[in-house]
């Protein structure tokens, strides 16, 4: 998949596709029927499909306060759209130039210069332009003159849920992964970059890999078990903490992942972490002593689910 950041960095060569556009938050299933259609258009057009994204959210720049928890970061929507075939991928990011655009710049300047698109898919909640003023009825009126097809993409259902960004994240909130995980289509993942933390879990016996994430927000918290992908590990399995840490006073969202048996050095590394199993909520404790010993059950608990022997060996370090 190409990787093309930022209008002005497109060329000649891009113009001539099928498009689609969203922020692609998750890439969980209603994006998919977006993806497909877009590629069976592009089949039958002889043509490569095209995601148009954004870079941040576009709530995170326009009400930041207010902005929802993101599902995935840029890297892991590049990811999980390589995985889904698209050819390429234009990232804009969203400023304010780009909020400023009414809907037939955006047309005019993105699409039609730009991209010089044939045909483009939509969603039914589809938005865009100064003020999200921009619809369906706009892409179809200026296709008609600039000689492109709008086509829009119906909402998709799983039983009595709309498939969207939003109920995913109450899913997660609520520590729902298995329902999660049927509107996305997969289990729920995020990346990060481990960063020196405090030392605190090596202190209390269970060292962790700090996963530096891009998030904003986390959509989710409490005790996991989970698996790690990255760096020569494949689907290995950690206990993971997702919060703000409060038994140690800890003042701001953190993710960390005890690597079970695990012993080397993984500071500076990406890694894509998979939650499996959300065990609790996260918990205060009145003294290091209670925090320990509720780590130790957590750990042996998730030892058990993983099929691992619970008193096997003390906990690796990074």
């Known amino acids: 998949m190409e990787l093309i950041r930022g209008s002005h960095n497109l060329r000649p060569k891009h113009r001539g596709c099928v498009a689609t556009i969203g922020n692609f938050d998750g890439v969980h ?41 993101r599902l995935t970061d840029l890297r892991g929507k590049v990811a999980a759209l390589r995985e889904h075939g698209v050819e390429r991928l234009l990232v804009l990011p969203f400023n304010r130039a780009l909020a400023s655009l009414e809907p037939g710049e955006f047309i005019e300047r993105i699409l039609v210069a730009g991209l010089g698109i044939h045909h483009v898919v939509v969603g039914h909640d589809f938005a865009f332009g100064k003020g999200a003023k921009g619809g369906l009825e706009d892409l179809r009126r200026w296709g008609s003159e600039a000689g492109f097809v709008a086509e829009e993409v119906g909402e998709l259902r799983d039983g009595d849920r709309v498939v969207g960004s939003t109920p995913i994240r ?13 509107l996305l289509g997969r289990s729920y993942s995020l990346y990060g970059r481990v960063a020196r933390g405090e030392g605190i879990g090596r202190e209390l016996g269970f060292a962790t890999a700090n996963l530096h994430t891009r998030h904003p927000r986390l959509p989710l918290s409490g005790v996991f078990a989970g698996t790690v992908t990255g760096e020569a590990l494949t689907e290995y399995p950690v206990a993971v903490n997702v919060g703000r840490r409060p038994a140690v006073g800890g003042k701001e969202e953190r993710v960390e992942a005890h690597l079970l048996d695990f012993e080397g050095d993984l500071y500076g590394r990406h890694l894509e972490l998979t939650f499996r199993w959300r065990l609790r909520p996260e918990e205060d404790f009145p003294d290091w002593h209670g925090l320990r010993r509720q780590i130790a059950e957590d750990v042996g608990r ?15 370090t990074r």
Do not use: K, M, N, W
Not at 170 to 182: D, F, M, N, S
Not at 303 to 310: A, S
């Open 170 to 182: 109450a899913a997660l909130a609520e520590g729902g992964l298995a329902t999660a995980e049927r």
């Open 302 to 316: 998730i030892r058990e689910y993983f099929g691992l022997d619970p008193g096997q060996g003390e906990p690796g």
């Open 29 to 69: 299933r209603g994006h998919v029927a977006l993806l497909e259609r877009a590629q069976r258009r592009a089949a039958e057009l002889g043509l490569p499909t095209c995601v148009v994204t954004f870079e941040p959210h576009s709530r995170e720049f326009l009400a930041p306060e207010t902005a929802p928890a």
